[in-house]
Each structure stands twice: as structure tokens, then as C-alpha cells.
């Protein structure tokens, strides 16, 4: 059918509208993204203006990298397996079962994603390191173990499995399978060939999702790998801030961002499978209480794995930062120490709150204009591409970007080495990827054409998303401005660099804390993680009563 006219240049200006929405975006990840990795690179294989790309071999070469990317490597795979053996039960269980406290511990199950890493080492390193839950016990030690580290893993992914692929689960429709079982497929065969291969691309995502954050996994090697192990983004750490071997550092990064950059367009591919895959389900409700004795152990197991997985480092943590009496180390917060800390710790709280705001309001700004400008399906190719490259951030160094924010932002008219902003302009870049792909969903849901229709009759695209989009995306908008929040509050690798010893954030103050020798210094890092902990769930207990089905997942 042709176009009128008045329809052509409706759908001009929305093409016009978009572009020009995603130019605040492209400029915002160009100048504080691509811009700071750049330098630091350059500053690291060029020297006197001449680029010494053979500095790649040399670093290959050297048998403590390869060290370094093969336990990278081999840890992030089994820290993916053991977390989908693991939480693939409680996906089915959150997403076909119904049991009293359900919606409360679906949030209990996903503070720990939202926690920062630091915490995340803190209260394993409560439960497994020297004067631990297990040393007390029975005298074992996983302190500086590969265990240690795998186990944090699985605690900090357990929610991407169970929220990916259970949110797709729950919109299967059963009677598929049932239909399956009528036909006289074993109960095995008929999960094999018709559920299994419907949630392939949501398991597929999520299992992408968690090799990236255990690939660059930075806090929890940090604290509990010891000086044994380390993964590309705790050698970059230490190549830049304690050896300063910048070439080193620069040649890690490019190793890591190619990794990432291949894991992006695989998990890219499984997404838009999966997208296809949910216009194929019944989204009606599925849930029901458990039927017969099966159902009731599975139901009581994967309760104890989460009692025991994610609900124990939690509580140890909190017991530690009570053993001095009298709530000793909450009041040794507030005076000064006169050693790391220009101010009392307890300052830290306040400047992560003012920090994680400021970062909200970026985060939300920027990644709603992306959002609203990729929102069309028939987007170009240029458009699809930059929405790959806005999860780079999470898988990037943010070693890397904090390091390289110090060195490219120090002149005019971008001399912001000593503002304030530098703290949420980085934290924001974080906090971008999780709006977009909240909002995504939801603003993809919308009719276009109700947007082509108020167009037609002559509204602006200002007020087409005012009028149209706004009103079906707040509550998406309010829970996608939760999870920035959440996310900055913690962010650790980018403000350890740029962080003033004036105005400390909470991860940062655990983790001077935690590398002084001490027990008064020991207690205040769990005093500090528990209230960063209890800030966190509360954050993530009101975005679940916010929560709806139509709200995209991770």
C-alpha cells in the first residue's frame, strides 16, 4: 500500500528524531568510554609517537600472562557451569511453582547480584578465611583457593540464571508439554524436545552473561584470590597501580576487549533468538502450588541451596560486624584514624549516596535516549550496532577507564580530574546498559502505531513520547532508575582510581579497610559492607514491588 504524503514525512521525522536522540549517547560513551580506554592504550604502546605493536608479542610471550588468561579463562567456564547447575532448578522453581514469600525471596535472591563485588569478597572471606565460619567450625580454610573464588561466582550470578531464563520459563505454555506426554513422550523426552529447546536461547544468554561477568571479574579474585590467583582485570590492576607497567596494562586491555567484543556479538545473536522465541509463548500465568512428594523436595532443595549459597554469607557477614560489643565497630566509623582515611569512614556513606544519585540521573538520561532511539525494529544496521557496543562498558576494564580517566581528562576544556562528576560520570557508565535493556522491552511493546498515528495528526516527538510512550514505561523508568542506582552505589574497579581520599565511596573504604592489618580494621569492613548490603536490599526490595511482567529482565 502506498504512503500518503503527510505518512512519508510522519515517518522522516521519526527517523530524523531518532538519530538525533542517540546523539547525546554517541557523544556521552565517545568522549568518557572510548575516548579514556584510547589514551591509555596509546600512552602504553606508543612512545615517541611511534606505535610498538610488537609489544603484543612480547606480553604473550611472558609465561605468567599466559598464566593469567588461561586461569581467566578456565575459571570464568567453570564458574558458568556450576552456576546453571546450580540455579537452573530455581529458575523452574520461581517460575512454575507458587509458595508463600515467593516475591520476597526472588529479592532476597537478587541482592546479591546488585551487591557490590567487594561485599560480594567480604562476606565470603567472613565464611571461608582465617577466623571464618568453616575455621571456627571445623579448621578449614578457602581463603586464596580457586573453590573460594568459584563459590563468590556462583553466589554473585545465581539471579542472572534465575531471572533470564525463569522470566522466559514462565511464559511457556505447559500445556505443550502436556500435549507432548499425551502422544506418549516420556516425561524426560517430551522436557528434551519441546521445553528444552524453546528456553536454549534464554539459557544461552544467560550463560553469556555470566562468562562475562566472571571474565572480568575484578573484586572477588581481588580479596580472595590472594597473591595465587589472578584474572585479566586484577593484572591490569596491579600492572598499572603497583608495577606501572603501562605497556603491559595496554596489551591485557586489548586482550580483554577483543574477548568481550566476540562475547557481545554471541550473546547479541541469542537475544534476538530469544526475542523471537517470546512472540511464540502464552504469557498467561503458569505458576501453581507443587503437586506430590517430587515437587515438594525440589521445592525444600533449592530453598537450602539458597539458605545456604546466598543467605549464610549474608548473615556471617552481618555477625562479624557485630562481634565487638556494643556495636564497637559501627562507632568506630566515626572518628578518624589517621591513616588511609583524610575522614571518618562513616563520611563514605553520604558521598556514595550524593555519588549513586548523580550517576542515576546520568545513567537514566542517557540510556533512556538510547532506549527511545532503538526502540523501532526497523532500525538501521548503524542504529543495532550501537546497541551492542553499550554493554561494553560491563565487560570492558573498569580498571582501564577509571586509570584512563585520569589521563585524558586533564586538560581544558575536559580538566576534570579534580570534580567531583568524575565519580558518577564513571559509575553512570555502568549503570547505562542495565536502563537500556530494562526500557527496551517495555518500549518495544508499544504499538507504533499509535506513535505513527499522533504523528500524523501533527504531534511533535517530544510530546508522542509524552503522550504515548511515557504514560506505558514509568513504572520501567522507576525500576530501570533503581537498578542504576544499585549498580553505581557499588561500582569499585573505575572509583578506586578516581575516588578523592577526601571523600571515599563505600566499596572503595571496605577495601582500604581490608588491606590493613587489624581486627578493629577487619570489623569496620564488615560493618561497612553490611550497611552498603542493607542500602542495596532495600533499593532492590522496592524495585520488586514496582516489578511487572512486561518488564525486561538483565
Not at 542472572?160 to 505443550?176: E, H, K, M, N, S
Request: hydrophobic letters at 55%; aromatic letters at 10%; a positive charge.
Amino acid at each position: 500500500m502506498d504512503l500518503t504524503r503527510t505518512e512519508v514525512a510522519a515517518r522522516r521525522r521519526g527517523a530524523a528524531a531518532r538519530f538525533g536522540l542517540l546523539a547525546a549517547p554517541v557523544a556521552f560513551f565517545a568522549v568518557f568510554f572510548a575516548y579514556p580506554v584510547a589514551a591509555i592504550v596509546a600512552r602504553g604502546l606508543k612512545t615517541d609517537g611511534a606505535w610498538h605493536l610488537g609489544r603484543i608479542g612480547e606480553v604473550l610471550a611472558q609465561s605468567d600472562v599466559r598464566h593469567v588468561l588461561w586461569f581467566t579463562t578456565w575459571q570464568a567456564l567453570v564458574s558458568t557451569a556450576l552456576t546453571l547447575l546450580v540455579a537452573l532448578p530455581g529458575a523452574y522453581v520461581f517460575a512454575r511453582f507458587d509458595f508463600p514469600g515467593k516475591q520476597v525471596l526472588r529479592a532476597v535472591v537478587t541482592v546479591p547480584f546488585v551487591l557490590p563485588t567487594v561485599v560480594v569478597g567480604t562476606a565470603f572471606l567472613a565464611m571461608v578465611g582465617r577466623g571464618g565460619l568453616l575455621d571456627e567450625l571445623w579448621g578449614v580454610r578457602l581463603d586464596t583457593t580457586v573453590w573460594a573464588i568459584l563459590l563468590a561466582h556462583v553466589f554473585f550470578n545465581y539471579a542472572v540464571v534465575v531471572r533470564t531464563v525463569g522470566g522466559l520459563w514462565a511464559q511457556l505454555d505447559p500445556r505443550q508439554e502436556e500435549a507432548a506426554r499425551m502422544l506418549g513422550a516420556s516425561q524426560l523426552k517430551a522436557w528434551r524436545q519441546v521445553t528444552l529447546p524453546a528456553l536454549g536461547p534464554a539459557v544461552a544468554a544467560a550463560a553469556l552473561m555470566v562468562f562475562l561477568f566472571t571474565f572480568t571479574s575484578f573484586g572477588v579474585v581481588q580479596i580472595l584470590g590472594g597473591p595465587t590467583f589472578s584474572t585479566l582485570e586484577v593484572e591490569i590492576y596491579r600492572q598499572t597501580s603497583e608495577i606501572f607497567d603501562l605497556s603491559t596494562a595496554a596489551v591485557l586491555t586489548l586482550i580483554q576487549f577483543v574477548a568481550v567484543g566476540a562475547i557481545l556479538v554471541v550473546h547479541a545473536w541469542t537475544v534476538r533468538r530469544r526475542e523471537a522465541a517470546l512472540r511464540l509463548v502464552d504469557a498467561s500465568v503458569t505458576a501453581r502450588r507443587p503437586r506430590g512428594a517430587g515437587q515438594w523436595t525440589l521445592l525444600a532443595g533449592v530453598l537450602l541451596s539458597v539458605a545456604v549459597l546466598l543467605v549464610l554469607p549474608l548473615a556471617v557477614l552481618v555477625q562479624r560486624s557485630l562481634d565487638a560489643p556494643g556495636l564497637g565497630y559501627y562507632r568506630a566509623l566515626t572518628s578518624e584514624d589517621g591513616g588511609v582515611f583524610l575522614v571518618p569512614p562513616i563520611e563514605a556513606i553520604g558521598n556514595s549516596l550524593s555519588y549513586a544519585v548523580a550517576a542515576t540521573l546520568i545513567a537514566v538520561l542517557i540510556g533512556g535516549l538510547a532506549a527511545v532511539a532503538l526502540t523501532r525494529r526497523d532500525a538501521g544496521r548503524l542504529v543495532r550496532g550501537f546497541d551492542a557496543l553499550l554493554m561494553l562498558p560491563l565487560g570492558v576494564s573498569a580498571v582501564t577507564v577509571g586509570f584512563g580517566f585520569l589521563i585524558s581528562l586533564d586538560e581544558p576544556p575536559l580538566d576534570l580530574r579534580s570534580s567531583w562528576i568524575l565519580v558518577p560520570l564513571a559509575q553512570a557508565l555502568v549503570g547505562v546498559p542495565f536502563v537500556v535493556r530494562t526500557m527496551l522491552p517495555v518500549l518495544r511493546a508499544v504499538d507504533v502505531r499509535l506513535r505513527e498515528a499522533a504523528s500524523v495528526l501533527g504531534a511533535s516527538p517530544w510530546r508522542v513520547w509524552r503522550e504515548v510512550d511515557l504514560p506505558m514505561v514509568r513504572r520501567a523508568l522507576l525500576i530501570a532508575a533503581g537498578f542504576a542506582f544499585a549498580v553505581s552505589l557499588g561500582e569499585f574497579g573505575a572509583t578506586v582510581f578516581i575516588a578523592r581520599p577526601d571523600r571515599p565511596t563505600l566499596p572503595v573504604a571496605v577495601a582500604r579497610l581490608l588491606g590493613r592489618p587489624g581486627d578493629l580494621n577487619y570489623g569496620q569492613a564488615m560493618a561497612l559492607s553490611t550497611i552498603l548490603m542493607v542500602v542495596c536490599a532495600v533499593a532492590l526490595l522496592v524495585l520488586e514491588r514496582l516489578r511487572t511482567d512486561r518488564t525486561g529482565e538483565f
